[in-house]
């Protein structure tokens, strides 16, 4: 009888573990062993909940949590937690890693390796980023250091450098713990991700609930007292008290063991990998989750996105083609949706210096409207904006601010962008219609109308 394969997984959250799971459906132990790798304490669970333990509407760490490692070991994947990969040796076949609390180290060998090492979030080498009570939060350890930083904080001032989906949901959620909460933000408005008209909407729904928000704030240190510990931070123009600071900047992608060992990188630091997810040039690894770089199909370019959606259908794609079955990821489009407070916040496709960017002529439409028939009780307001290609017409991308209702319109929109769709198609979408739902005209297909009659103008 052959001796069975071996897979090495490094990194036991989302794309990690569902690699290793949908390759243990496809083959047994006796065809597969499989070894994963996580240097922290928790495996499979929902970063994105992070900011809503922290606010306190999700009342315990482990809700957050969708398999643990006994359930991950009890399906025959010998999962070692606390571990941290060292080292790939390409031409050996193996990887070193180092057991966090013994401090040994070992090497494994391997017939597949699938590199899910995820994103770390952006600390700029400023003074006094590293000290205590200064956050970065991507993962379920780094959650977990935050609440306790916050049962230590003496104070109740909170300072979050950065106002991306991150920054504005960490403002939140310490409002909701009872902070006072001033959201230092480099740019002209919140969620760069935004075009920053759309954004201004976002910048008066946090002031509203009493965030205090300044823009053009560029930090210079962070400083601290006698303890060690953050005392404030300081930009060019002031200096803000803070007893805890938790860094919104976003994330970049954590490829440093692949750099090393000379697997490819694009230019925004991610791997490279086929429609497969595939390493471009290794036929036996893989790559997925935040530590990749994806299609987008609306620019053609490759990008930077870190998603737990994506991630998920990484990690089955993966599985899949280890597990001797065939699977692809196309690529994405874009889709993000968030809130603050009662405020939905959506987007989907290219922002208007995206488009220009990428040297596209394009119209925009920007339309008000409400979740429901206005005349149905609880009808909520919503600006959609909608921005299409001049000449074609084809959808570019749409971006929605408005209260319940909202968010999830934009789903429609990327459903619409990956299948090409032109904005006068859009207007003949046979979508659900009911009081209760919506207007007898979505807001979707409000915006579609009016983008459409912008492009035929622009034509004219």
């Not at 075009?195 to 400083?223: C, F, Q, Y």
Request: glycine content about 14%; proline content about 4%.
């Amino acid at each position: 009888m052959a001796a069975a394969e071996r897979l090495v997984v490094i990194g036991g959250d989302a794309a990690g573990m569902s690699a290793a799971s949908q390759a243990r459906r496809l083959r047994g132990p006796d065809e597969l062993e499989i070894v994963a790798f996580e240097r922290g304490h928790f495996t499979s669970y929902s970063a994105c909940g992070i900011p809503y333990w922290v606010g306190g509407a999700v009342t315990e760490r482990d809700e957050l949590i969708a398999r643990t490692p006994e359930e991950h070991r009890a399906r025959d994947i010998d999962l070692r937690i606390r571990t941290e990969v060292t080292a790939i040796d390409m031409a050996g076949g193996r990887v070193r890693s180092r057991d966090l609390a013994s401090g040994e180290e070992s090497w494994t060998g391997f017939d597949k390796l699938v590199v899910a090492t995820g994103a770390r979030p952006v600390r700029p080498p400023l003074p006094g980023i590293d000290a205590p009570g200064v956050h970065g939060v991507q993962t379920l350890d780094d959650g977990q250091a935050l609440m306790d930083s916050l049962d230590r904080a003496g104070g109740r001032r909170a300072v979050v450098v950065g106002a991306g989906y991150i920054g504005v949901e960490m403002a939140e959620a310490l409002v909701g713990r009872g902070y006072e909460v001033t959201v230092l933000n480099r740019g002209e408005q919140p969620m760069s991700t935004l075009d920053p008209d759309m954004g201004r909407l976002v910048h008066e729904a946090m002031n509203g609930m009493g965030i205090t928000t300044v823009s053009g704030a560029e930090v210079t240190k962070i400083l601290t007292g006698d303890d060690g510990r953050v005392r404030a931070v300081a930009t060019d123009e002031d200096t803000y008290p803070a007893d805890v600071v938790v860094l919104g900047l976003g994330v970049e992608p954590e490829t440093g063991l692949a750099r090393e060992a000379g697997l490819p990188v694009g230019s925004y630091g991610g791997l490279v990998t086929d429609l497969s997810m595939r390493v471009r040039g290794h036929d036996n690894i893989w790559a997925g989750g935040d530590c990749v770089e994806v299609l987008d199909l609306v620019s053609g370019r490759h990008r930077h996105i870190a998603l737990g959606t994506h991630a998920n259908k990484h990690g089955q794609v993966i599985g899949s083609n280890v597990g001797g079955g065939y699977a692809t990821f196309p690529g994405v489009v874009g889709t993000a949706v968030s809130k603050v407070c009662d405020l939905e916040i959506a987007r989907t496709g290219l922002r208007e210096k995206d488009a220009r960017a990428e040297g596209l002529q394009f119209v925009t439409a920007t339309i008000e409207s409400t979740s429901r028939a206005g005349y149905y009780p609880g009808a909520s307001p919503m600006t959609v904006k909608m921005t299409a290609e001049r000449r074609t017409g084809r959808l570019l991308g749409v971006q929605i601010v408005g209260r319940e209702g909202a968010g999830k319109r934009v789903d429609i929109a990327a459903v619409a962008l990956t299948a090409g769709m032109t904005v006068d198609r859009m207007t003949a979408l046979d979508l659900g219609y009911a009081p209760p739902f919506s207007p007898v005209w979505d807001p979707v297909l409000v915006a579609a109308r009016k983008a459409a009659a912008a492009v035929r103008a622009a034509g004219a």
